[in-house]
Every structure is written in structure tokens, then in C-alpha cells.
């Protein structure tokens, strides 16, 4: 071989190392990190831990596809224990992170109202985008939040929808109103007994009832003595399926209605037999419904179980989060992602997004869902 030979050849292997380089995966920039912020220990472990594995999957989806913009996207789990005081104490963390100069896009998350609208005191002035997966209480949307958008419904149409399910689909004139005493269940409560009278139906009795309580005697007695035609409930899976239990031992077996907190399988699971035929509300179909065998398959990669019905929502969240970026081209300018979020236009499991000047959605979705065999089968809308 000669020396000319040698300088060819070797010019030619150079010139394909440099082209299979430039043909191969891109070393990452960096990392963009995204607190999950939700119960993840305590009474609503479950569901927050579904909101969290939704994240990693979204995130594994698109750390596989070369990441966002670039860059891996690292999703951390923030424990709010369903507790507004320790929810202030996880966005004060995340605001220390940001200080120290850790890439912070966004927050998935609060899990419920009353930690949202605590934590988003401390969000609003952060240069991060925050997506609730469920909180639904109408003022957090009120406030003039520039940050935050939800990816479900709120309470005045869950609350219209619900009203209107029970005295036009079901013909019920004369319903018991039960809800929780947090910002979720009083807000709802309210709403969903304006409702009903509005469309005509009596509301002879509203209780208010305590986050965690399991045990209902002195409710069950008033509610009998009030003899509905149904029961609306507003609260958790924690509460909801002993309430019904008591009911049923109690001889009511009136429909029973409970809102979306407690369309989880802990409803079922724990009623002790008596599950079959309640009602429950829901912000977005069932994984079954929405996601192909892949989306199941991936979701048990990442989290070694079975997603349940809230893990669309943080997977949704994400996804809104990931638009927004990619359409703002940056993840560094919170006001441009923020602005790039109320201009989507697109579809996630949980439903259609598009946004109005708060962060609401501006076509919500509410479905209702009977237990029927120990599942939960759509009956609204149909």
C-alpha cells in the first residue's frame, strides 16, 4: 500500500467516524428536573403514587424520544401528606432547588385543593409552570395565577353535572348532600346543593363530615330521617366506601352518587360487598378506555403495578408541560411556556386540552361511572 493509499484510507475512516457521530443520539444538555407534588405517604398514598407513576412514564416516553429540548427529564416525587401546612413546606423546598440553581420547569401537582391553593402562595412568584392532575376547587383558578393550569374539571361542572344526572337521568326529586369539611368537599357541597335546587329538587339535609372519618352512625340516622330518593357524597375513596357500607346495614340503598374523589378501586375494595351500584363522577375515563396495551405495558415498567384511574391524569400533565415547552422553545422562560400552554390545542388520555385566559379548560369533561361486577362501567355520557 502506498503512502498516498494510507492518507486516503485514513481520511475516508475519519470522515465516517465523524458521520456516524453526527448520525448517532446526541449527548444530553443536561437535566430539567419536575417535582410531583401529592400525598405519597398516609390516607391517600394511592392516589398520589398514581399521579407520580403517570409522570414517569410520560417522562420515560420522552427521555426515550431524545428528552425535552434536549434535555433528560428527571421527575421527583414531593410527599405533600394531604397536609396544607407540609405542602407550604414542599413548594418552599422547591423554591430553595430553584435558588440553588437546579433546573426546575414545573410542578405536577397539588393532588388536592386545599394543598394547591396553600403550596400556589409560594408558586406564584416562581418562574415555574404548575399543572394540577385533580385539584378542582373553583377559586384557584380565580386568583389571577399567571403559572397554573388543571387538567381536569372544576367543581361548578362537576357540580351542574352531576345535579343534572341525578334528577334528569335517574328522576330523583329529594337528595341528601354529604361532603367533607376541606376546601374540596365544602366547595363542592354547596355547589352541587345550588344545583339541585335550581333544577327544582329538594335538598333535605346537608352534613358535613370530617377527611378520614370511617365511622357514620349520627349521619346515617339523619339521612334516614330526612328519606332521600339519593345521596350525593363529596369527598375520598377514604371515606366514601364506609359511608356507603353504613347506609346499606341502615336499610338505604337509595343511589348513592360520590364525586370524583373517590373514583379510585379503594371505593370498591373497601365497602365490604356493598359497592355494587353506586355512582361515581370522574374528571376522565378509565385507563382501560383511554390508553392502548403499550401505554399498560410501559406504565408497568416503570412502576411494577397496574396503573389505577388517576394515573392519566399526571401522565396528561406532564404531557401538557412537555407542549408547552416545545411549542415556547425554551425551558428557561416560565412566562413563554405559561403563554405557549393557553394557546394548546391537543389531545392526552385524559381528554382535550385547550385553555382559557385562568387555566381552565375550556371544554371539560365530567363522566359518570356505575360499579357494576366490582368495575367501574361508564353510564354518562353515553
Known amino acids: 500500500m502506498t503512502s498516498r493509499t494510507r492518507v486516503i484510507l485514513i481520511g475516508l475512516l475519519v470522515l ?29 398514598a394511592n392516589g398520589g403514587q398514581t399521579v407520580l407513576g403517570g409522570a414517569h412514564l410520560m417522562a420515560a416516553q420522552l427521555n426515550k424520544a431524545g428528552g425535552l429540548l434536549g434535555y433528560t427529564v428527571n ?3 414531593m410527599d405533600d401528606e394531604s397536609d396544607s401546612d407540609v405542602a407550604v413546606e414542599v413548594a418552599e423546598q422547591i423554591k430553595a ?10 410542578v405536577v401537582g397539588h393532588y388536592n385543593s386545599g394543598q394547591t391553593l396553600a403550596a400556589m402562595e409560594v408558586y406564584k412568584d416562581l418562574p415555574l409552570i404548575v399543572i394540577t392532575p385533580t385539584a378542582s376547587e373553583i377559586s384557584i383558578t380565580q386568583k389571577g395565577y399567571t403559572n397554573f393550569f388543571r387538567v381536569n374539571a372544576n367543581d361548578v361542572v362537576q357540580a351542574r353535572v352531576d345535579a343534572e344526572f341525578l334528577v334528569s337521568e335517574l328522576g330523583v326529586r ?14 363542592l357541597g354547596k355547589l352541587m346543593a345550588e344545583n339541585l335546587r335550581n333544577l327544582g329538587a329538594e335538598v333535605p339535609v346537608e352534613l358535613q363530615v370530617a377527611v378520614e372519618q370511617s365511622s357514620f352512625a349520627e349521619e346515617v340516622a339523619k ?3 330526612a328519606d332521600p330518593e339519593a345521596i350525593f357524597y363529596g369527598g375520598y375513596e377514604i371515606e366514601a366506601p364506609y359511608l356507603r357500607a353504613e347506609l346499606v346495614e341502615a336499610g338505604l340503598t337509595v343511589p348513592f352518587l360520590a364525586s370524583d374523589g373517590a373514583f379510585l378501586a379503594a371505593t370498591v375494595d373497601e365497602a365490604a360487598g356493598t359497592a355494587e351500584g353506586i355512582y361515581v363522577s370522574a374528571f376522565g375515563p378509565t385507563p382501560a378506555q383511554a390508553v392502548d396495551r403499550d401505554w399498560i405495558k ?5 412502576e411494577y403495578r397496574n396503573p389505577d384511574t388517576y394515573s392519566i391524569n399526571g ?3 406532564l404531557a401538557v408541560l412537555a407542549e408547552g415547552i416545545k411549542k415556547a422553545g425554551t425551558v428557561d422562560d416560565a412566562a413563554r411556556i405559561a403563554e405557549a400552554i393557553r394557546g394548546l390545542d391537543f389531545d392526552t388520555p385524559i381528554g382535550h386540552i385547550a385553555y382559557d385566559a385562568q387555566g381552565d379548560l375550556r371544554e371539560p369533561q365530567i363522566y359518570i361511572f356505575q360499579v357494576r361486577g366490582g368495575e367501574f362501567v361508564q353510564v354518562y355520557p353515553q
Open 174 to 187: 329529594r337528595v341528601a348532600v354529604v361532603y367533607n369539611d376541606d376546601p374540596y368537599g365544602i366547595g
Open 75 to 77: 421527575v421527583v416525587g
Open 16 to 44: 465516517t467516524i465523524l458521520f456516524l457521530s453526527a448520525c448517532g443520539p446526541s449527548k444530553p444538555k443536561g437535566e430539567v428536573i419536575v417535582y410531583v407534588a401529592a400525598p405519597l405517604s398516609g390516607f391517600q
Open 97 to 106: 432547588d430553584l435558588q440553588a440553581g437546579k433546573k426546575v420547569i414545573g
Open 298 to 302: 410501559g406504565y408497568q415498567q416503570v
Open 315 to 317: 401522565y396528561s400533565a
Open 223 to 225: 339521612i334516614a330521617e
